[in-house]
């Protein structure tokens, strides 16, 4: 089934109708990757332009809800949104602001003893970690050596 038929019987079940503005939200996350809604914004205005901000945040809620997006937040300011079956973690570099991505299998250990230890099951597929990129060590690094 295409992505817009999915999207269509999904939202037939539960009652609410397909509207050109949810698709093109849809299809804007898909194709930037990773947007924050501002981004996801302009994109669909290229497209429809009587599209605001507003329209956008609610598409992505009900989109997310859907199971069909999922936001992450990397750091300050708005979220950032992606398709559900994009999976990896976030490395945010807090001085650069640099945003590499990760297999999720590196935390299988750290999931493994949260759930022995605490019961927790962790989603890393929802995760950003937050520190300092190679680059921006490194310049510490040069840095500390010249003093």
Known sequence: ?????????????????MTPQRQLVLDAVRELG????EQVCRRVQGTASTV???????ALDLLEE??????THLGH???????EEHEHVHLACHRCGKIDEVPTELLDDL?????????????ATHL???????????????????R
């Open 52 to 58: 605001n901000i507003t329209t956008v945040y609610r």
């Open 77 to 83: 300011g708005a979220p950032t949104y992606s398709v």
């Open 66 to 71: 859907l199971g069909l997006v999922r936001h």
């Open 128 to 146: 950003a970690l937050s520190g300092l990129c190679r680059n921006c060590r490194n310049t510490d690094v040069d840095a500390a050596e010249e």
């Open 1 to 17: 089934m295409s992505d817009q038929g999915s999207l269509r019987s999904t939202l037939h079940q539960r009652g609410m109708r």
């Open 34 to 37: 990773h947007a924050t809604p």
């Open 111 to 123: 999931s493994r003893e949260l759930l022995t230890r605490f019961g927790f099951v962790l989603n």
